[in-house]
């Protein structure tokens, strides 16, 4: 959280993999809570996509279109893998 004159801005970062059935609902949802929150003068929504195997990048490009809070980073399955052997 960052704060400029009394306000706050947000961001959130979510993982995701192989969530392409239900990812536009979740984002939906998340985007219409965040509009809700009187005490932030803005947010942004960081997708994590953790190497899907399945269309839920497709998904994500398509929403970002959409809505311009959310930014997006696309992790190979070989970096995913990686990430999980180091941490």
């Known amino acids: 959280i960052r704060?400029?004159?009394n306000m706050s801005t947000l961001s959130?970062?979510?993982?995701?993999?192989?969530e392409e059935r239900i990812i536009e609902n979740s984002v939906l949802q998340i985007v219409k809570e965040m509009e809700q929150v009187s005490i932030l003068s803005g947010y942004d929504i960081i997708l994590v996509d953790d190497g899907s195997t399945d269309?839920?990048?497709a998904c994500l490009k398509e929403l970002s279109e959409r809505f311009e809070h959310l930014k997006l980073i696309r992790?190979?399955?070989?970096?995913?893998?990686?990430?999980?052997?180091?941490?």
Do not use: A, M
């Open 55 to 57: 269309g839920t990048w």
């Open 75 to 87: 992790l190979s399955i070989h970096e995913y893998l990686l990430l999980q052997i180091y941490s």
């Open 12 to 18: 959130l970062v979510i993982p995701v993999f192989n």
């Open 3 to 5: 704060r400029k004159d």
